[in-house]
Structures are given as C-alpha cells and as structure tokens.
C-alpha cells in the first residue's frame, strides 16, 4: 500500500515567490548598493572602488534638484487626483444603477492599455492645434494652452494622463464597498442619516484600511513608476519640469554611461519613497484613522 503523501505546508507554496523575490528584486537591490560606490559605466568589467565620490557628485548636481523638485511637485498632484477619482468612482459605481457595468468597464478600461500607446494618444490629446482638450476649451472662449511647452502646463498633462489608469484601485474600492453589510445603511437611514452622513461616518471608516493601502501603492507607483508618460510626452522638458527621478536614472546610466551614479540615484529614490510612506503611516496612527 502506497502511503499518502503529507500535506503541503504554507512555506512550500511560498517558497517559489521568495524565490524569485530573492532573485529579481534582493540580489539586484545590493548589487545596486554595491555599484553606488564604484565607478561602474555599465561598460566596463571591473569597476573600481571610489568611496563618496559619487556622494560628493550627488550634492553638488543641479539638474538632480531640479528632478527632486519636479517628483515631489508631481507626487503631491497626482497621488490625491488618481486616489480622489479611484475611490470616488469606486463608491459611485458600486450601487446597482442602469448601464452600470458599462460604466464600470469604462473607468477600467484605461487601465488595460499599454502605458505607450496611452501616452502617445496623450500626444494628440494635448497638441495645441487640434488637440480634442484645447477645442473643448475653445468652446468656452478660451484660447487654449501649448501644454508640453509650458513648464506648469506639462507638468498637469503628465497627470491628466495619470489620472485615467486608475483601474487597480477603483476595483479594490468597489469590491470593499460591495462587501459592507447593508443593514449596517439601513439602521443609519432608520436614525436620520443621509447619504453624505453615511459616507463620513460609515463607508470611509469602514474602508480606511483599504483606503491608506491604496494610498501607499499609489505614492509608489507615483514615484516610481512615471517614466513613460514623461519620457514619451516631455522626454523632461520643459526646463527639467517633468524631468522626475526615474527620468533622470534612465538618462544617467544609458545616455551618459553613468551606471554608478545611476545606482546612487536610484537608492536615494528608494529612501524617498520610504520616508513619504512611513510619514504617511505615522500620520494616519496620529489621527487613529484605523481605529
């Protein structure tokens, strides 16, 4: 008789994800931090060990605060755009209504297309002549703006663009608000609570962890993670305005051969990211948002 084979434990299941968590982001994420410290092209075999010289470069580069500036101004527009329309539509969407789950498809639908071909149709959104943005501008007498010319104006098309993929989140929020207990609206209605009454004192203190987890992902995907638009909208122009960090690294380390000075930027855009999130994080402990 052949005996039966033990149940799978939780660690072999997990065992293939940290397997390649360990190989794709672990590995890569030291190497990073041993190449900050070298003189690495990419080029060459056998970097040299340069101590702080990186560091000394780093302080002294201006077109490095230039990109500080342009990621943190961009962070601080787009998280609250993207996150509002998210849980806005999310919590709008989730009733049952007439034509809903078309309206659904269509505020996920943005989110399914290739960051490229979405920024290229951005491309025509925005183009000051015949662009569909600036005629419906027109039709309020209003002459229009040259928006990837103009340093603020470039810097609000990269997020109209990003305000648009917000699929992720919207789905999160919509599942969330579909699984609150009814009864839960019911009982408020029964006391006199209205729909917005409901919305403080239920719905957004029901889904708040939710809420700050969408937060989170979205102050990272923000920062990090807004390459294409730039690069294929502005390219960083104009004057450095969307020139943000991970534009700045790919032209660091494919453009100037930079890779040791790329990996230095690169930790230092990590150690933002952390610093923004546990900011966050001790923020929403202070106001015991999840309490």
Same mark, same amino acid.
């Given at each position: 008789?052949?005996?039966?084979?033990?149940?799978?434990?939780? *660690?072999?299941? =997990?065992?293939?994800?940290?397997?390649?968590?360990?190989?794709?982001?672990?590995?890569?994420?030291?190497?990073?931090?041993?190449?900050?410290?070298?003189?690495?092209?990419?080029?060459?075999?056998?970097?040299?060990?340069?101590?702080?010289?990186?560091?000394?470069?780093?302080?002294?580069?201006?077109?490095?605060?230039?990109?500080?500036?342009?990621?943190?101004?961009?962070?601080?527009?787009?998280?609250?755009?993207?996150?509002?329309?998210?849980?806005?539509?999310? =919590?709008?969407?989730?009733?049952?209504?007439?034509?809903?789950? *078309?309206?659904?498809?269509?505020?996920?639908?943005?989110?399914?297309?290739?960051?490229?071909?979405?920024?290229?149709?951005?491309? *025509?959104?925005?183009?000051?002549?015949?662009?569909?943005?600036?005629?419906?501008?027109?039709?309020?007498?209003?002459?229009?703006?040259?928006?990837?010319? /103009?340093?603020?104006?470039?810097?609000?098309?990269?997020?109209?663009?990003?305000?648009?993929?917000?699929? &992720?989140?919207?789905?999160?929020?919509?599942?969330?608000?579909?699984?609150? /207990?009814?009864?839960?609206? &019911?009982?408020?209605?029964? &006391?006199?609570?209205?729909?917005?009454?409901?919305?403080?004192?239920?719905?957004?203190?029901?889904?708040?962890?939710?809420?700050?987890?969408?937060?989170?992902? #979205?102050?990272?995907?923000?920062? %990090?993670?807004?390459?294409?638009?730039?690069?294929?909208?502005? #390219?960083?122009?104009?004057?450095?305005?969307?020139?943000? =960090?991970?534009?700045?690294?790919?032209? %660091?380390?494919? &453009?100037?051969?930079?890779?040791?000075?790329?990996?230095?930027?690169?930790?230092?855009?990590?150690?933002?990211?952390?610093?923004?999130?546990?900011?966050? =994080?001790?923020?929403?402990?202070? *106001?015991?948002?999840?309490?």
């Amino acid at each position: 008789m052949t005996r039966p084979r033990p149940a799978l434990t939780g *660690w072999a299941f =997990l065992a293939p994800y940290a397997i390649a968590v360990a190989l794709l982001v672990a590995v890569p994420a030291l190497l990073n931090v041993g190449y900050a410290f070298t003189d690495h092209t990419g080029l060459t075999r056998d970097p040299q060990f340069v101590g702080l010289a990186n560091v000394r470069r780093m302080l002294d580069d201006r077109f490095l605060l230039d990109s500080l500036q342009a990621s943190l101004f961009h962070v601080s527009l787009a998280v609250p755009v993207r996150f509002v329309a998210a849980v806005g539509l999310g =919590l709008l969407l989730a009733a049952p209504r007439p034509g809903g789950r *078309w309206f659904r498809t269509a505020v996920y639908l943005p989110t399914v297309i290739p960051d490229v071909a979405l920024a290229v149709l951005f491309l *025509w959104v925005l183009n000051p002549l015949y662009g569909p943005l600036n005629q419906l501008l027109g039709l309020f007498g209003h002459a229009g703006y040259n928006w990837l010319a /103009d340093p603020t104006t470039a810097r609000i098309g990269v997020v109209l663009m990003l305000a648009f993929p917000i699929g &992720e989140g919207f789905v999160v929020v919509l599942a969330a608000r579909r699984l609150l /207990d009814g009864r839960l609206y &019911e009982a408020a209605a029964l &006391e006199g609570c209205g729909p917005f009454g409901q919305l403080r004192r239920l719905t957004l203190p029901l889904l708040a962890p939710v809420l700050v987890l969408l937060a989170v992902r #979205d102050i990272i995907l923000t920062l %990090q993670v807004n390459f294409v638009p730039a690069y294929v909208l502005t #390219d960083g122009r104009p004057a450095n305005a969307t020139l943000y =960090l991970p534009v700045y690294i790919f032209d %660091q380390v494919f &453009e100037f051969s930079g890779f040791a000075y790329g990996s230095l930027v690169t930790i230092l855009l990590m150690l933002i990211t952390a610093v923004i999130i546990t900011g966050l =994080l001790l923020l929403v402990r202070r *106001w015991r948002v999840l309490r």
